[in-house]
Nanobody, 124 residues
Framework: QVQLVESGGGLVQAGGSLRLSCAAS????????MGWFRQAPGKEREFVAAISRSAGSTNYADSVKGRFTISRDNAKNTVYLQMNSLKPEDTAVYYC?????????????????WGQGTQVTVSS
């Protein structure tokens, strides 16, 4: 079992930045691909970014490429999402998730563990 707790959400103006953190406890953190997903009101949950176990590979949704950066610190059992140049359409609840797969994936059903989410609101 892996427990995930997100933090760092909040209200920010368009063009601003936020850094989300996700602290993991339980099983060995470095054994999991980690991802970030988001869900806006009335919309389906969508993939944002993923990072490999060793942090050697990353993958991003086209909508956030060049603005968001995913990273991880296996010594601290934490994954981060640095969000720059935020837009109102980035407003959503952001979730971190862990997958036992070896390869990166953007498919939510392949992630086994989920945090409770943190709200990000971007005002125009």
């Amino acid at each position: 079992q892996v427990q995930l707790v997100e933090s760092g959400g909040g209200l920010v103006q368009a063009g601003g930045s936020l850094r989300l953190s996700c602290a993991a406890s339980g099983r060995t953190f470095s054994n999991y691909v980690m991802g970030w997903f988001r869900q806006a009101p009335g919309k389906e949950r969508e993939f944002v970014a993923a990072i490999s176990r060793s942090a050697g590979s990353t993958n991003y949704a086209d909508s956030v490429k060049g603005r968001f950066t995913i990273s991880r610190d296996n010594a601290k059992n934490t994954v981060y999402l640095q969000m720059n140049s935020l837009k109102p359409e980035d407003t959503a609840v952001y979730y971190c998730a862990g997958s036992p797969l070896i390869v990166l994936t953007n498919r939510a059903p392949l992630y086994e563990y989920w945090g409770q989410g943190t709200q990000v609101t971007v005002s125009s």
